[in-house]
T-cell receptor, first 116, second 110 residues
Framework: DAGVTQSPTHLIKTRGQHVTLRCSPI?????VSWYQQVLGQGPQFIFQ???????GRGNFPDRFSARQFPNYSSELNVNALLLGDSALYLC???????????????FGPGTRLLVL | KNEVEQSPQNLTAQEGEFITINCSYS?????LHWLQQHPGGGIVSLFM???GKKKHGRLIATINIQEKHSSLHITASHPRDSAVYIC????????????FGKGTKLSVKP
C-alpha cells in the first residue's frame, strides 16, 4: 500500500502570494492532520479533519485554511504569505483520528515552502 | 499552557552505546508518541504510549504517568540510528491534537 503522499515536494513563493498544498492519506484512513515545522523546531499542529469535517484547529491565523474531500484527500491553503510561513508542512493520516485511543498517525514526506 | 520538553537537545554517541532521550510534559495527557525524523524531513512513528513500557527491536519506550515523564532508549546504537527524535503529547480536548517537543538530534559515530 502507498504511504501518505504530499505535493509538491518543494515550493518557492513570494510574500503576499497564495499557496495550496495537497495530501493523499493512506487508503482506508479517514482522518488527516496538518502540521507546520519551522527549521530547528518541532512540528506545530494546524488542523485535523475527519470525514470532511474540521475536528481541531491549532493556534494559526485565519490566513490558514484547509478542507477534506470525499476521497479523504486534503488541501491546506495559506493566503497572503509571510516570510515566517517558510517551513516544512507535514500531513499525517490515521484511520479515525482517535489519537488518544492509541491510534497511530502516519506522516507524509512533507512540502518544503520557501517564502521570499 | 500545555508544553512538552525534551532533553538533551543534541546527543553524540559512539556506536554500541546505550542511549536515553527524555521527555517531560506539563499536565495530564491521553497518549504520548515518539517519532523519528531523518534529514530531509520524513517522520516515522516509533511508539504510542499511554502507560508502561513498549519495546521494538533495539528501541524501548517507557512512560511514568505520575511523574509526567517518558524516556526513549536505544540499545547497541548504530550510525543508522542518527536522526532527530521527537516526543509528542496528545492532550485531547477541543484542540484535539499533538503538542510536539523540539526534538533531540542524535548522532552516532562509527
Amino acid at each position: 500500500d502507498a504511504g501518505v503522499t504530499q505535493s509538491p515536494t518543494h515550493l518557492i513563493k513570494t510574500r503576499g502570494q497564495h499557496v495550496t498544498l495537497r495530501c493523499s492519506p493512506i487508503s482506508g484512513h479517514k482522518s488527516v492532520s496538518w502540521y507546520q515545522q519551522v527549521l530547528g523546531q518541532g512540528p506545530q499542529f494546524i488542523f485535523q479533519y475527519y470525514e470532511k469535517e474540521e475536528r481541531g484547529r491549532g493556534n494559526f491565523p485565519d490566513r490558514f485554511s484547509a478542507r477534506q474531500f470525499p476521497n479523504y484527500s486534503s488541501e491546506l491553503n495559506v493566503n497572503a504569505l509571510l516570510l515566517g510561513d517558510s517551513a516544512l508542512y507535514l500531513c499525517a493520516s490515521s484511520r479515525t483520528g482517535a489519537l488518544a485511543g492509541g491510534e497511530t498517525q502516519y506522516f507524509g514526506p512533507g512540502t518544503r515552502l520557501l517564502v521570499l | 499552557k500545555n508544553e512538552v520538553e525534551q532533553s538533551p537537545q543534541n546527543l553524540t554517541a559512539q556506536e554500541g552505546e546505550f542511549i536515553t532521550i527524555n521527555c517531560s510534559y506539563s499536565v495530564g495527557i491521553s497518549a504520548l508518541h515518539w517519532l523519528q525524523q531523518h534529514p530531509g524531513g520524513g517522520i516515522v512513528s516509533l511508539f504510542m504510549l499511554s502507560s508502561g513500557k513498549k519495546k521494538h527491536g533495539r528501541l524501548i519506550a517507557t512512560i511514568n504517568i505520575q511523574e509526567k515523564h517518558s524516556s526513549l532508549h536505544i540499545t547497541a546504537s548504530h550510525p543508522r540510528d542518527s536522526a532527530v527524535y521527537i516526543c509528542a503529547a496528545y492532550y485531547g480536548g477541543s484542540q484535539g491534537n499533538l503538542i510536539f517537543g523540539k526534538g533531540t538530534k542524535l548522532s552516532v559515530k562509527p
